[in-house]
């Protein structure tokens, strides 16, 4: 059984930073992809970052490529993103998730398991 628990949202000013932390619990961390996704109120789920366990090679969602960046510790079973000069419209609940599959897109149905979320919230 994997579990994916993540923390570290909060609310901040526009500028601010945060870094969103995901535990994994279970098997073999470290030959799974991970990725987060967000969820505005109203909104579809979205597709923020991901970093692949081959080679740690990463991808991000145009809106936030300069300002966020995904990290993998394998010691900790931890994935974090970094998100620097927040905006507005990064505010969402923030998912971790994860799955096995050896090519994994922007797709949300691509990842097997997720988190609960933590809510980021960023006022102007």
């Known amino acids: 059984q994997v579990q994916l628990v993540e923390s570290g949202g909060g609310l901040v000013q526009a500028g601010g930073s945060l870094r969103l932390s995901c535990v994994f619990s279970?098997?073999?961390?470290?030959?799974?992809?991970m990725a987060w996704f967000r969820q505005a109120p109203g909104k579809e789920h979205e597709f923020v970052a991901r970093?692949?366990?081959?080679?740690?090679?990463?991808r991000y969602v145009d809106s936030v490529k300069g300002r966020f960046t995904i990290s993998r510790d394998n010691t900790k079973n931890t994935v974090y993103l970094q998100m620097n000069n927040l905006k507005p419209e990064d505010s969402a609940v923030y998912y971790c998730a994860a799955t096995r599959g050896s090519r994994p897109t922007a797709r949300r149905d691509d990842y097997e398991y997720w988190g609960q979320g933590t809510l980021v919230s960023v006022s102007s």
């Open positions: 279970g098997r073999s961390f470290s030959v799974y992809n």
């Open positions: 970093i692949m366990w081959i080679d740690t090679t990463t």
